[in-house]
């Protein structure tokens, strides 16, 4: 066939540097042009116009936001810790990012002969026809989501401020609460599609009724359950106690300026991007759709990052006590049950 | 009136020697009283029913002896009538009891007299500057303390 | 062995819910509160000081800047207390009109507190829809004084002037259309779940505590004391409106919110008798001595002219005597103390600022709460700093 590098066909490179960057320049643009939407969304939600000078509807803001961020004095207070207060914004934004890296946006494609899967980290394997992704793709999702929470911790901590400290244990304690539900209600998805695989996942679910989410009524809980738990990890509305800021200024970025806190900010749409992809994946079908793949998949996407801003233009903000017991004592043991459901509907309706 | 005619009867037979003088102008009673029986005559009033204390103040008639006057704007919910105790603070002795063993609401409200008026009230307890800062000097309501703050031209006015 | 100390944090003076300039030292166990010390002062201007070298109408302006986001409630309790001590009627006109101001004012401050009780809580879009409407409000503000927060509107003895043509009107589209917009608040928050979690159980203050705190106006109504000044004491004419008094049962900081809306409803109901029963007449008592000349005579005659300077120099002499004055304003009882020598200036005006006192009871309302709970009790405390401090 052609050229081959370390066994590999020299396909598998140039469309992987391909699907890299797509998705890369995808999610920088997404979550770019969501603090647009976000703030034009809620803009008309409030009776007010949103952002509309910098360009027709204001649509350049987020690049003039970018430049203006970019060209403010960095500022390290004194007595931080310099080390862990400059690599903090890192520890945030990158694992936001390359949680992408397991998602499928479609199903595989032919290009030049060659059967190329639309997700980064994964591999057509012509002889047994199966598209080769890691087996563990779940697992690596929930892993960078907890990664993502050392950023905000080490932020808090590096800071040496007050409500920074205040800011950053709130959000390790919500987050650990609230992955361990997220982590429950992906049981779920497991019992129903017997892989970790997330393209097998998707691959299941053809069809609406074939949807996890439409599958049966503990899967709808489940879904609706994720989904929540989720807005938790990421700190959105109702959950976003770390940087609550009419009780903590900003909480955990309350001390970062120019670009350091534009990768927090970043790292906070990324999130949301990540896990409405990740929602979308598990629960709404992924690809599958009355469009062609990739545009159903971004289209699901797009809507539950609507929903997002939609609840953040309704809801007030709970209080830690409150947020850990609806974690603790109302999620943890629903998802509990609801597998046990699960499990029965499955035995009775294989 | 009908509270307040009887808590004046009261306080008349009950503290004859420390009531001063009870005064009615525009329709509100006034009863001045002596220094030393302020906490025992409001909490005789309180038992009457003016359970709310709105009001603690002092007034400066510099030039008069007893200089201070505080006064205690009380009021009665039940009834809905108002009552206006008096009590004169001379300069040389310029402390008074604290009304916080009978109302909570006097703590703030004796913290301001004491900084702005400078009457001490014993048996406060916390008694601090509350609008100036701790280390201010003087007490800016009194009569002799310059309009424009401490060593300035006294304020002449305009047109006045 | 590992020892714990409480964690101090300077909340304040600049943060963004304390509504101002306030600074609270708070002790934290974790999020626990042990310990409030608040510390006031940063707005101090002397006003009871510079009042007392100025005459009776210079100090109203004065009173414009107490409370600055319910100006004419300032206004009209300074102008009663000052009227009382001189005895004077003022014309029915004057009176109706105050207390349509004044209902409206109670609007315009209700309206700033919900939206920052709401946006302190979370609620962002309270926020927003609830300054849409106190523009409204402003409008008028500005229509009627040309002002829109420091009004001035109000003299001893009646108004500044009459009001312009059209007033009726925007009145009218205010009783109109604020129902539905507090529907609309209330959609949003009353049934909320997340809402009600945050404000019932929260900062309750019972109506014994309230009351010995010295808590005046919705936040004791909120406690269950029935009580309100403008029933129970009547002033400007308030007896001949029919209006509920609202009051709550669990001494908590939903009863307070439902307290306020309910109050926001009954002020329009007010501000609509009293628009009905506006009628043509006087604007200013008949005593030349404390009341200004119409402005045609001062432009026109030498006698007028005269007689506006007088009193604008002069002031006019008050009879020798003490008044108190308390009006039921947005945040509680806003109390006036006058002293006269009998000069035209005050000997001693003492201004019993509500939120002041309210203020007062925020340690025992929060005490082992969270810090989420201290934004709220402060936000249902609704303190003005420019009151606290004067």
Wanted: glycine letters at 8%; one cysteine or more; a neutral charge.
């Amino acid at each position: 066939m052609g050229y081959e590098i370390l066994g590999l066909p020299l396909i598998y490179y140039i469309t992987m540097v391909a699907k890299t960057v797509a998705v890369f320049v995808f999610v920088l643009l997404t979550v770019a042009y969501a603090t647009w939407a976000e703030r034009k969304l809620i803009g008309h939600m409030q009776v007010r116009i949103g952002p509309k000078r910098v360009g027709p509807y204001g649509l350049l803001q987020p690049i003039a936001d970018g430049l203006k961020l970019f060209f403010k004095e960095e500022i390290v207070p004194a007595q931080a810790s310099r080390f862990a207060f400059l690599i903090a914004p890192l520890v945030a934004l990158v694992p936001a990012f390359i949680s992408f890296a397991v998602i499928p946006f479609g199903d595989t494609v032919t290009i030049a002969g060659y059967q190329v899967p639309l997700q980064i980290a994964s591999v057509y394997d012509g002889t047994s026809m199966r598209v080769l992704d890691i087996n563990v793709g779940v697992l690596y999702i929930l892993a960078m989501a907890s990664v993502g929470v050392y950023g905000i911790v080490l932020a808090g901590w590096a800071s040496n401020s007050k409500y920074s400290l205040l800011g950053g244990l709130r959000s390790s304690a919500q987050m650990i609460s609230y992955e361990l539900a997220a982590g429950l209600a992906i049981i779920l998805v497991f019992m129903s599609s017997e892989t970790l695989s997330l393209h097998k996942i998707v691959a299941e679910q053809a069809g609406l009724f074939g949807w996890n989410i439409f599958r049966n009524p503990f899967m709808f809980a489940g879904g609706i359950i994720f989904f929540i738990c989720s807005l938790a990890e990421i700190n959105r509305t109702p959950f976003d106690l770390p940087e609550a800021e009419t009780e903590l200024v900003s909480g955990f970025c309350t001390e970062y300026s120019s670009m350091k806190y534009a990768m927090f900010f970043m790292a906070e749409y990324a999130n949301m991007v990540t896990v409405c992809a990740v929602t979308t994946t598990l629960f709404l079908g992924g690809w599958h759709g009355p469009f062609p793949p990739v545009v159903n998949f971004v289209a699901k996407v797009y809507g539950l990052i609507f929903v997002c801003m939609w609840i953040r233009a309704t809801y007030p903000r709970y209080r830690y006590d409150q947020l850990m017991r609806l974690g603790w004592k109302v999620f943890l043991p629903a998802t509990l049950l609801l597998i046990c459901g699960n499990a029965v509907w499955l035995l009775v309706f294989p | 009136m009908a509270l307040n005619d009887r808590a004046v009867q009261e306080l008349k037979e009950k503290f004859a020697p420390a009531v001063l003088e009870v005064k009615e102008f525009r329709g509100e009673t006034t009863v001045t009283i002596r220094k030393e029986s302020v906490v025992e005559v409001c909490r005789h009033l309180k038992g009457l029913g003016y359970n709310l204390l709105t009001d603690v103040t002092a007034v400066d008639y510099m030039g008069r002896d007893p200089r201070f006057m505080v006064v205690y704007n009380l009021y009665s919910i039940p009834a809905k009538e108002r009552l206006r105790i008096k009590a004169p603070v001379t300069e040389a002795d310029c402390t008074i009891a604290s009304m916080t063993i009978l109302w909570n609401a006097a703590n703030w409200l004796e913290r301001e007299v004491w900084d702005l008026m400078g009457i001490g009230f014993t048996g406060h307890p916390d008694l601090r500057r509350i609008l100036m800062t701790d280390d201010w000097v003087g007490h800016p309501l009194r009569k002799d303390y310059p309009l424009q703050g401490p060593d300035r031209e006294p304020y002449k006015g305009r047109l006045s | 062995m590992a020892t714990t100390e409480t964690m101090t944090v300077n909340m304040g003076p600049q943060h963004p819910s304390t509504h101002g300039v306030l600074r609270l030292v708070i002790e934290l166990d974790g999020e626990i509160i042990r310990k409030i010390t608040p510390h006031i002062g940063y707005l101090h201007r002397g006003v009871e000081k510079i009042s007392e070298h100025r005459t009776y109408h210079q100090t109203i302006p004065l009173t414009d800047r107490l409370d600055y986001l319910a100006p004419m409630s300032n206004n009209l309790g300074y102008v009663l207390a000052v009227e009382k001590l001189l005895g004077i009627e003022v014309p029915e006109r004057a009176q109706t009109i105050r207390v349509i101001m004044a209902e409206l004012t109670r609007i315009k401050s209700h309206l700033v507190w919900i939206a920052c009780h709401a946006l302190d809580i979370g609620a962002m879009t309270v926020f927003l829809y609830a300054f849409r409407e106190r523009e409204k409000i402003m409008d008028i503000y500005e229509k009627i004084s040309g002002a829109r927060m420091t009004s001035n509107y109000f003299r001893v003895g009646g108004l500044s002037k009459e009001p312009y043509a059209g007033f009726e009107r925007d009145v009218q589209e205010i009783i109109d259309t604020f129902p539905g917009h507090f529907d609309t608040y209330e959609g949003l928050l009353t049934e909320n779940t997340i809402w009600k979690q945050r404000t019932i159980g929260n900062g309750v203050i019972s109506a014994e505590d309230a009351v010995d705190y010295g808590i005046t106006g919705p936040a004791l109504r909120g406690s269950g004391v029935d009580w309100d000044l403008r029933r129970d004491n009547p002033y400007s004419g308030y007896e001949n409106y029919a209006f509920q008094v609202p009051t709550g049962t669990n001494c908590d900081t939903y009863d307070r919110y439902k307290v306020r809306m309910v109050e926001l409803r009954e002020s329009v109901k007010i501000v609509k008798q009293a628009l009905d029963a506006l009628k043509p007449g006087p604007i200013l008592a008949d005593d030349p001595q404390v009341c200004y000349p119409p402005k045609e005579s001062v432009y026109n005659t030498i006698e007028g002219l005269i007689h506006h300077f007088k009193i604008a120099s002069e002031g006019f002499p008050v009879p020798e005597g003490e008044v108190y004055q308390g009006i039921e304003a947005p945040k509680g009882e806003l109390g006036y103390y006058l002293v006269s020598d009998g000069g035209t200036k005050p000997y001693r005006m003492r201004i019993r600022p509500p939120s002041f006192v309210n203020l007062g009871a925020i340690e025992k309302m929060a005490k082992g709460a969270m810090i989420a709970d201290l934004v709220a009790v402060i936000g249902t405390l609704d303190i003005v700093l420019g009151e606290i401090d004067r």
